[in-house]
């Protein structure tokens, strides 16, 4: 395995990692086995034992192939487009955002079965230990990149497509005036800049750029940008010539 | 007690939250004794013991029924008010804001009593645990709901009326100029959204609505609403027409 | 040791401290093994142990007489500009923008040395107990001030100069654009406010100022403020009428 290779290289690098790469990565069978272990041992504390966490999860990754194949695509994601990320082993250990989103995808197999305590449970653990908020329902594609992460909050009714980067301090949320569908849609491939905020049952098309901070109120078209607060829209692949 | 009844339905429901409800819920006499426990586990650690902090939370609450009945105030705020809140129980055991408003009101207390230091390190664990930095000094009204919570900032000298819900990511902060009042006061029923930052000295009057990422740096007259970074006001009950 | 007064003063006042005071103060000859001991306890869990991260750090400090400048420099910056900050010692024990500042300087010093894997690894401890997530490589000066620190973000080639004051939510980011050196420059003395964003190789003069929620994408001179998402100028000390 690519990744255990890494893990060895590290230790031989520095002996003081071989603990910590023992228990996270060298001792396991398989990637799915190191991650069960991993966001266990992160999220169990004095009241939710370490044991029950990782049959939990190990069990729900066995059991989807969907959750494995999204793993295998957020890891490519975080490598392939991150140039401070310097290796697989890297992005398991180091990334909350990866983390936070494989523990998602293992509540949100949860909450699909109708375990909603259980599965709402886990997603105050990874607001807590990791500060990211993703509500169960959420629908999140794969090879997604939640870059930094701190302080992301994702909708219960919001949808996200496959390919999507969103980086640290993102809201996908409601305009609090109503129950339902009230959360954004964001396309394939869509890149959502630090601190933007997407709000309501709108649509930003796949391809579409969010720039840091905009606060987005309306439909973004495909392969088109928006910035600023409230955002405007800036131009796109057909149209090149911007609004601003 | 209907927040026991929801706890014990939700252990036949799902077994493996056995032992956790039991911790948190099941096992108090009152939603007060739950409360004490569940913040003294949560704020305490190596060098800050569990029984120091459960004996001085539980002292808070049992001495102060203004706490008493802002936390009561609080739950309803919540439940009401978060079309995502599944019941009374899941408020208190899942939502990070509402725990950090809680321990902010025992912190508070003890500050108001002379204790600053005790305060200010509560302060500090919350702000580490939960990402929520509330200073002893600020005032904080009843029925008030944090939602998401993560990155919230109230300085010293802020008032919050009854009512208030206040998105993750605000900032209720100074302007680094002066010491003294140097903080907003936040009318009653006010809403303020997702990253707003409401700076210096000023006023936002009694049922106003703040956008997400607005950065208020004016007066905001009641029943107003002010978006935009610098933020701008775009109408009200009275003046229905906008300033867009 | 001033500090040392101020905590025996603490716990004179308050009996309860005593055990936390003792362990995280008054029990260590120098400020440089409170620190390195406060800093292993906070960063240490299951797999990475106390002891090994003490002895790192107080070897890291012990060595580099330019940390231990900064230390000294960076206290007396949160003490001198923060009106909330009571003492030393509540600066020392209760800033986590203090601590993931100092935590940084120890793991740049090692990823200066070539010890990446071991750096990121303390990255990544820093991310998920302050929230804070400054790469290893960035440069940051001394006398520079986190406040409240949730959020904030520093990119792999960001340099930051001495006596900067860097509020909650601030991301000094790369444009995701390419790798290399991508993140922005900011000189001596700079204020950045709340949740402000600069993005990309770009410059913001000394003594600059920049507005709570401003997102900047452009130079920004010497003395001058920037406010806005984008953010433009709006005044300088020699230029003082307002481009608004």
Known sequence: MKIQQE??????DEPLLSKHMHAFILSHG?????LAFLLATKLANTNLDFDVLYELFWDALRSCAKIRSAICADIKAVKDRDPAC?????????YKGFQACEAYRIFHYLWVQGRQP????????VAEVFAVDIHPAAKIGKGVLFDHATGVVIGETAVVGDNVAILHGVTLGGTGKQ??????????G??????ASIIGNIRVGEGAKVGAGAV????????????????RLVGSRTNPSTLK
Not at 190 to 195: D, E, N, P, W
């Open 7 to 12: 893990a060895a290289h590290d230790v031989s």
């Open 30 to 34: 398989s990637l799915e086995e190191a």
């Open 86 to 94: 310097l290796s697989y082993c890297h992005c398991i250990l180091n």
């Open 118 to 125: 259980l599965a709402c449970l886990l997603q105050s653990r």
């Open 179 to 188: 129950g339902g569908d009230r959360h954004p849609k964001i396309g394939e």
């Open 190 to 195: 869509v890149l959502i800049g630090a601190g």
């Open 216 to 231: 987005v109120l309306i439909d973004v078209p495909p392969r088109t940008t928006a910035v600023g607060c409230p955002a």
